[in-house]
Structures are given as structure tokens and as C-alpha cells.
């Protein structure tokens, strides 16, 4: 007659299937902050390179009460060893407790709200991934799978991202608006992915970009190597392995692999054990593409042009190393200088780098000077020899012309 109703929620590890339910971890995930805040019991986790080095997790048989719309529930986490002489093997559920007049509120809106306080609350806190794919030989290995990872520490963020400030704001309230608009492509019936066409030359910071993308977004990145794929059917099921909230990564896809289907001309060979050594590539353009528009729709739809170091850029290069924002005497001579003169972002921040202890701010200020100094005299010279090579030119077609003009005078003595 107990006017309470109960709902468990099993971890359902068992000896078969190590594999602990979603549903669980994301409740024990939410109930960990109420933890903090009310319960006497707490279960504690060292976890290293974690962005909450100390994780506190409800303790054993302990209770929380939590509210929702004016509603009270009670939480208990439960804990039941295999046996008395076994630990190895134990046997764990979170049990809700509720009033039954609210049971539609609890099981149609509560639960729903825990389950994704949960899941959000584990993406910001998680550690991001780096994810790079094994050699399709190896997939049917117990210990491979088709992706390998690495924790992902690359510091790189916006805020010290070198490069036009009003760029920078546009590609962020774009990336802004892709994550808060998955109800907005499912309206429109699109797939919920946004593509990306990073290009510029070398040391002008793309793959920094992709970083800062990566820390913003709180994704992983998966960083594609075409030519480690046999064909497009292995491209479509390394992109198939991929989980939500990540980033796919193709660098330099017109070097990496020939892409243009002209395989009469050219064989790109990619090295396969199983067929006991090097074999023809069959990854195409239309491949890629089909993978991209066909099972994701949408191709390129930003394009971003990681170009050479402004005046802003450096500015911004001088906060990162320095933690300085001006110099009367030196910054004007940079600022004229850099709009003059190609430099990248890599080399100003090589420079600006101190190279011993004895550096300061304003030698490295100098050192920078001297290296777009340098850079101006080698496009000087580069532009003084193409004039030479152009009047080499037409000094050849001049004599060409004469030459010509000559051998008509002697055919016509001829006849």
C-alpha cells in the first residue's frame, strides 16, 4: 500500500559483457554534483591529466534528494559484492524513489532532464581525443581497431589564435551557431555536420585552427590518412567508425593521394601486407566526395584562407610570448614593415621566442626587424631576377624574330 514507487537502473556489468550502461554512468555523472553539495558519503577517484584531477562520485547505500518542478525525489546508490570472499566481481544500481502521483512528471520529463544534465556535464569534462587510422590489414586483429587514439593536449584556443580579428569573429559566431542549431538542421532536413576548406601556405596556422576548433567545440579530431586506404568502400567504413561531436581531419588531400581518377597516367601505391606488398590506391575524388555528400550531405561550406601575418596577428603574437600590447619605438616599425613584406605567423613567433635567458622583449623585437629586413631583400632579389628572366625572354624572341626576318631575305635571293 506504499504510496512510492521505485525505479531501478542496473550498471549491467557482467562477466560476458564488461560494458557499463549509458543510462547509469550519465546518472551517476549528474547525482555526483548534488554529491558535493548534500551527501555525507562520497566515493573519491584520482584521475591524472584530468581537467577535475579529484572526481567525487556518490557514496555506497547513500541517499541524495533531489528536486524537479517543485518535486521531490530520493536517489540511493546501491552496491552488492558477487560474494563474500570476492570484490573482483560486484554488482551495482542507482535506485529513484517518487511520490506515484507524479510518476508521468518523473518518467516522461525527470529522467529525461538527469539523462542529458548527464551526458553534458560528461562531454565538458572529459578529455578530448586525437584519433588516427590503423592500416586495413590490421582490422581484423582482436587488439586493432580501425582507429587508434591519443589524448588530445594541444593548448591552442581562439583568444591566442594569430590572425584577423574580424575573420576570427566570423568563423566563431559560425561555429557558434552550428552547435546550437541541431534542431534547425533536422527542420530543414539536412545531416548535422559543417564543412570546412582551410587553405593557405605553409606556417600560416592551419593546423593550429583546427586545434582552437577542436578546444572550442570540445571535440575530437580524427585526422584521416588517405594513403593508408585500399579503396573508397575502407573510406567509407573508417568515416562510418566515427563518433558524434568530432572533428574529420584531410590534410593536404592533393598531395597526399592522386585524387583527380586519371589512374592510366599515374598509380599511387599503397603498401598492404595482406597482398604481400605494394598495391594500387583506389580511393577517387567522386569516392570522397560520395562519402561526404552521400552519407553526411553538404560539401565545403566555409572557406577559410589562413593567409600571411598581419599587424593585428603580431599583436596578438606579442600578448601570447610576452604579455606586452605596445612599443612606441619598434611596433610602428613592424606595423609598416609587416604590411610591406610576406612573413608567416610561424616564423614571427619564431622570433619572437626568446633563443636564450638573456633575451628581452625588445631584442626579440629587433631580431623580428632584421628577419622581415631579410625577407624584403630576398623579394627584391627574387623580383630583380624575374625582370632579368623576362628581358632574357624577349631578348630571345627578338633574335628569334631577326633570325627569321634574315633567312626570308636569303630565300628570296634564293628563287
Not at 540511493?76 to 551495482?92: G, I, M, R, T
Not at 588530445?152 to 576570427?168: G, I, S, V, Y
Not at 619598434?330 to 633575451?359: H, R, Y
Not at 624577349?394 to 633567312?407: R, Y
Request: glycine share 4%; net charge neutral; proline share 3%.
Amino acid at each position: 500500500m506504499s504510496p512510492y514507487i521505485q525505479i531501478n537502473f542496473p550498471d549491467q556489468i557482467s562477466r560476458k559483457h564488461l560494458q557499463g550502461s549509458d543510462a547509469y554512468t550519465c546518472i551517476k555523472t549528474y547525482l555526483s554534483l548534488k554529491s558535493l553539495e548534500r551527501a555525507k558519503r562520497l566515493n573519491a577517484e584520482v584521475v591524472e591529466n584530468n581537467l577535475t584531477p579529484l572526481v567525487l562520485t556518490l557514496g555506497d547505500n547513500e541517499e541524495i534528494i533531489d528536486e524537479f518542478n517543485g518535486v521531490k525525489v530520493w536517489w540511493v546508490a546501491n552496491l552488492k559484492y558477487n560474494s563474500q570472499n570476492d570484490h573482483s566481481y560486484e554488482k551495482k544500481w542507482l535506485t529513484l524513489t517518487f511520490h506515484k502521483r507524479y510518476r508521468d512528471l518523473i518518467t516522461t520529463s525527470y529522467i529525461k532532464h538527469v539523462l542529458e544534465e548527464g551526458k553534458m556535464i560528461t562531454m565538458k569534462n572529459r578529455k578530448l581525443k586525437l584519433y588516427t587510422n590503423n592500416p586495413s590489414e590490421d582490422w581484423w586483429k582482436s587488439s586493432k581497431k580501425k582507429w587508434s587514439s591519443i589524448t588530445f593536449e594541444h593548448p591552442a584556443r581562439f583568444e591566442t589564435l594569430a590572425m584577423d580579428p574580424k575573420k576570427k569573429e566570423e568563423i566563431i559566431d559560425d561555429l557558434i551557431k552550428f552547435k546550437t542549431g541541431k534542431e534547425y538542421y533536422a527542420n530543414v532536413g539536412k545531416a548535422w555536420k559543417r564543412g570546412y576548406l582551410l587553405f593557405g601556405p605553409p606556417g600560416t596556422g592551419k593546423s593550429t585552427m583546427i586545434s582552437a576548433m577542436a578546444n572550442f567545440m570540445n571535440y575530437d579530431v580524427y585526422d584521416l590518412e588517405l594513403t593508408t586506404i585500399n579503396d573508397n568502400n575502407e573510406l567509407k567504413r573508417l568515416l562510418i567508425a566515427t563518433s558524434n561531436k568530432s572533428i574529420i581531419v584531410i590534410e593536404d588531400i592533393d598531395c597526399s593521394i592522386d585524387l583527380t581518377g586519371k589512374r592510366k597516367e599515374k598509380k599511387d601505391l599503397v603498401y598492404n601486407s595482406k597482398y604481400f606488398g605494394p598495391v594500387e590506391s583506389k580511393v577517387t575524388l567522386s569516392g570522397l566526395l560520395n562519402c561526404i555528400d552521400g552519407i553526411w550531405r553538404g560539401r565545403m561550406d566555409m572557406h577559410i584562407e589562413m593567409s600571411y601575418c598581419s599587424y593585428e596577428a603580431f599583436k596578438v603574437l606579442a600578448k601570447n610570448y610576452w604579455n606586452v600590447e605596445s612599443h612606441d619605438g619598434l611596433f610602428p616599425i613592424i606595423e609598416k614593415m609587416i604590411g610591406e613584406i610576406n612573413i608567416t605567423p610561424a616564423d614571427v613567433a619564431e622570433n619572437l621566442m626568446p633563443k636564450s635567458i638573456g633575451e628581452d622583449f625588445e631584442t626579440c623585437l629587433k631580431n623580428l626587424i632584421q628577419s622581415l629586413e631579410n625577407a624584403k631583400k630576398k623579394e627584391e632579389k627574387k623580383a630583380k631576377e624575374k625582370v632579368e628572366d623576362v628581358e632574357a625572354q624577349l631578348k630571345v624572341e627578338e633574335d628569334k624574330q631577326e633570325f627569321t626576318k634574315e633567312n626570308k631575305n636569303v630565300l628570296s635571293l634564293l628563287d
